[in-house]
């Protein structure tokens, strides 16, 4: 089965404690990006990668990083410089960079406490 | 900067009401504007309008776009419970070579039985 898959669905981590969070897809697509969802604040961007071996920052990179050295996976780090952690993390595809609707992992839940 | 806001932010209907959501946007090169469903994890992808005036239609739901005014609507009617959820309207705009989605915050759907 084609798709997108995030793992794992639930983190739990100790403030100060860098995190990866893994999204692999098998879609083929060129583009990839990563959102956090905040209640009642919508997705923001957090990078985005529309080749391989390149990526840009989005709206709210900062306490991020990532990188896409196969075109299958874009793994997220949240760093222990990012302050507000806990969050809902989508990570997403499309097959171009524009004029493709974006496809959704199912999401990981980061708790930091 | 790019903004997409959303209205109302929640409503509540009853079951076979007929609803109408807004989405207005202000952003630089505009591509196209998007609608998701959000049930619980991951948007799934609705509709994608790049051009004023012309209806997309999937059985009960229908979106039109304005680019003269900068506005979409989402029309739902015969609304039935498994319509709750949050409805996501996104705009990709271009940035240079690359393009980006930006979202508003949603718009939370509940039908009452």
């Known amino acids: 089965d084609g798709g997108i898959t995030q793992s794992p669905k639930y983190l739990f981590r100790k403030e100060g404690q860098n995190v990866t969070l893994s999204c692999e897809q098998n879609?083929?697509?060129?583009?990839m990006y990563w959102y956090r969802q905040d209640p009642g604040q919508g997705l923001r961007l957090i990078y985005y990668?529309?080749?391989?071996?390149?990526?840009q920052k989005g709206d709210i990179a900062e306490g991020y990083s990532v990188s896409r050295e196969k075109k299958e996976s874009f793994p997220l780090t949240v760093t222990s410089a990012q302050k507000n952690p806990t969050a809902f993390y989508l990570c997403?595809?499309?097959?171009?960079?524009?004029?493709?609707?974006?496809?959704f992992g199912p999401g990981t839940r980061l708790t930091v406490t | 900067e790019d903004k997409v806001v959303q209205s109302p932010l929640s409503l509540v209907v009853h079951e076979g009401d007929t609803v109408t959501l807004n989405c207005s946007y202000e952003?630089?090169?505009?591509?196209?504007l998007l609608w998701y469903k959000q049930e619980k994890k991951a948007p799934t992808f609705l509709f994608m309008l790049?051009?004023?005036?012309i209806e997309k239609k999937s059985g009960r739901l229908s979106s039109i776009l304005d680019k003269k005014e900068l506005f979409s609507i989402l029309n739902i009617t015969a609304t039935q419970t498994g319509d709750s959820a949050i409805y996501l309207c996104?705009?990709?705009?271009?940035?240079?070579?690359?393009?980006?989605?930006?979202f508003g915050k949603g718009i939370t759907l509940s039908v009452r039985p």
């Open positions: 996104a705009v990709e705009a271009s940035t240079g070579a690359n393009s980006k989605l930006t």
């Open positions: 997403a595809s499309r097959f171009r960079a524009t004029y493709y609707e974006q496809y």
């Open positions: 952003v630089t090169n505009f591509r196209s």
């Open positions: 879609l083929n697509h060129d583009a």
């Open positions: 990668s529309q080749i391989v071996n390149d990526f």
């Open positions: 790049t051009s004023s005036g």
